[in-house]
């Protein structure tokens, strides 16, 4: 019967074309003879098929270089073709800026939000970056967040930047983007979204970082002072001189 073929010469017993083939005469004396190859350009799923209709062409964004295959090749991503049925790579052209290929469909889409154009690689899109967001489809450049806010990567709309928090100020990173940054040693922050730390007052000191509150600044113990705000520690009082209470900003001569 067409789509089997006699086994080893014998008509008694008959198998069916393998996937990537079909079945073209009946009664032949092996499967390499009864069964022909689909072609290149198109793929064969089905086992026992019949007839070169049975053989697909290879879907657009697609290729098949090679006779007798199950399935076609995939353009790379970032690259597509509108052609059915293409028999090689050269077919594949680069989706354009801004654009990807989307793996289900095969097609050229627009970069999706939270993502823009990769400056270096046509057909490619990349995550924006923290402290930037994207609420557009194909967008070439992400929108900078407000200095005193930041953003996860890949944000999607400016309601993800968001303040930064306590204990951190605002900043700019060397890429241009804002950001957050820990409050150095000798400040707090116990506000959101401030572009500055807060300093312990004089009388206290904090070799700590990302302080969230003043009270976190701890009172100089007694023998030693900060004259000043914002010290890492407090300072011994010099020879003669004590402090009269924890917390002191200077020394009392004895």
């Known amino acids: 019967t067409h789509g089997r073929v006699a086994a080893d010469g014998s008509a008694s017993f008959c198998v069916s074309c393998p996937a990537g083939t079909f079945g073209a005469a009946a009664g032949a ?3 390499s003879a009864g069964c022909s190859a689909c072609p290149a350009g198109t793929f064969g799923a ?7 209709d ?3 062409p290879c879907a657009a964004g697609s290729f098949n270089s090679r006779q007798g295959q199950t399935r076609c090749v995939q353009c790379a991503g970032g690259r597509i073709s509108d052609d059915v049925g293409s028999v090689n790579a050269s077919i594949c052209l680069p989706c354009s800026a801004g654009e990807m290929t989307d793996l289900e469909s095969g097609i050229c889409v627009p970069c999706p939000a939270g993502t823009r154009a990769d400056p270096t ?4 899109c990349v995550p924006c970056p923290s402290g930037s967001y994207s609420s557009a489809l194909g967008a070439f450049e992400c929108v900078m967040c407000p200095v005193g806010t930041s953003s996860r990567s890949g944000a999607l709309a400016a309601s993800e930047c968001r303040p930064c928090p306590v204990g951190t100020r605002g900043d700019v990173a060397p890429s241009g983007l804002p950001t957050c940054v820990a409050c150095g040693a000798g400040e707090y922050n116990d506000e959101e979204g401030l572009l500055w730390c807060k300093l312990c007052p004089a009388g206290t000191a904090s070799s700590a970082t990302s302080l969230t509150s003043e009270s976190q600044c ?3 113990e ?3 002072f900060s004259g000043n705000q914002g ?6 009082c010099p020879r003669g001189s004590i402090t009269l209470e924890r917390g002191s900003s200077n020394c009392t001569s004895c």
């Open 231 to 236: 010290q890492t520690r407090c300072a011994p």
């Open 54 to 56: 049975s053989c697909s």
């Open 29 to 31: 004396p092996n499967a």
């Open 218 to 220: 701890v009172p100089c």
């Open 121 to 124: 690689r046509a057909g490619r």
């Open 222 to 224: 007694l023998g030693r």
């Open 46 to 52: 089905a086992v026992g098929a019949i007839g070169l």
